[in-house]
C-alpha cells in the first residue's frame, strides 16, 4: 500500500503549499462557505508545512470516521468509489511544480487536501459522500448510471455552490483549490442556475475545462437528499432487468 514518505518533500514543495495556500484562502475570503473554514481549522490545516496525511486522518476519524488514503494518481470507478463507500478519501501524494501553478492535468495533493478535506470534516457532507459512494458501488456496470452519478459528483462536489445566509458560498473542491477557476466563476462567463437534480444530471460534465456553468443549493440538506433521489431512481431504472434474469 502507497505511504506518503512525507521526509521525502523538498523546501521547494512545502513553499509550493505555503503560496497556494495563502492564495488561496485570500481568495476566498468572505466567498467560501461556512464548513470549509471551519474544517480548515478542524483538520489543522496551516500554511508553514505540507499536511501530513497521518494526522489528518486522525482528526478526520476522530469527527466524522473518515481517512485519507495515499495515491499516486487516479483510480478507476470501482477503486474510486469503493473507498468513498468505506469513508476512505484518494488523495494523491505528489504536489505540482512551480511550473504547473496554475493548471494541473491531474488533481495533485493540494487540491485533495486543501480543496476535499476541510468538507469531509463537517458530519452531514461526509454522511452524503459515503452514501454517494456506496449507491455507485451498486451500479458500476451501468454505464448511465455512472454518468449520472459522476454529474452529481462532480456539480456538487467538485464544483458545488451553495446559499448561506442570503449569500452565494463556494464548497466544491474544484473551486476551493483553483485560482483559474474562482477567476472564471467571479467573471460570470458561466452562468449559475438553482441546484435541480434532473437539470443536474442532464448537463455533461468534464473537469477537462473551465466550467460551462455552477448549480447552486439552495440549502445543504438538499445534497442528501439528491443522492437518495438518484439512488431510488437508479433502483427503479434497474429493476426490470434484475427481474428478467
Not at 439528491?226 to 432487468?241: C, F, I, T, Y
Amino acid at each position: 500500500m502507497l505511504q506518503q514518505h512525507y521526509d521525502q518533500y523538498s523546501a521547494q514543495d512545502h513553499l509550493v503549499w505555503k503560496v497556494l495556500f495563502d492564495r488561496q484562502t485570500a481568495l476566498l475570503h468572505n466567498r467560501a462557505c461556512g464548513a470549509f473554514w471551519q474544517g480548515l481549522r478542524a483538520a489543522g490545516l496551516h500554511r508553514n508545512a505540507l499536511p501530513d496525511f497521518v494526522q489528518i486522518s486522525q482528526r478526520l476519524q476522530q469527527a466524522t470516521g473518515w481517512q485519507l488514503v495515499p495515491v499516486a494518481g487516479l483510480l478507476n470507478d470501482a477503486d474510486f468509489y469503493g473507498l468513498l463507500a468505506r469513508r476512505r478519501f484518494p488523495a494523491t501524494v505528489w504536489i505540482r511544480s512551480m511550473a504547473q501553478f496554475d493548471f494541473i492535468e491531474e488533481p495533485d495533493l493540494f487540491h485533495g487536501v486543501f480543496g476535499h478535506v476541510p468538507l469531509l470534516m463537517d458530519a452531514a457532507f461526509a454522511d452524503f459522500l459515503q452514501f454517494l459512494g456506496h449507491v455507485a458501488t451498486l451500479h458500476l456496470h451501468d454505464a448511465a448510471a455512472m454518468e449520472r452519478l459522476e454529474r452529481l459528483y462532480g456539480f456538487a462536489v467538485q464544483f458545488g455552490l451553495v446559499r448561506e445566509g442570503g449569500e452565494t458560498r463556494l464548497f466544491g473542491a474544484g473551486l476551493l483549490s483553483s485560482s483559474g477557476e474562482i477567476h472564471h466563476y467571479l467573471s460570470e462567463a458561466a452562468p449559475r442556475q438553482p441546484f435541480e437534480l434532473a437539470a443536474v444530471l442532464d448537463t455533461p460534465y468534464s473537469e477537462e475545462h473551465l466550467q460551462d456553468g455552477y448549480f447552486e443549493l439552495s440549502s445543504w440538506e438538499q445534497l442528501a437528499e439528491s443522492v437518495a433521489d438518484l439512488a431510488a431512481v437508479l433502483a427503479e431504472v434497474s429493476r426490470p432487468a434484475l427481474a428478467t434474469k
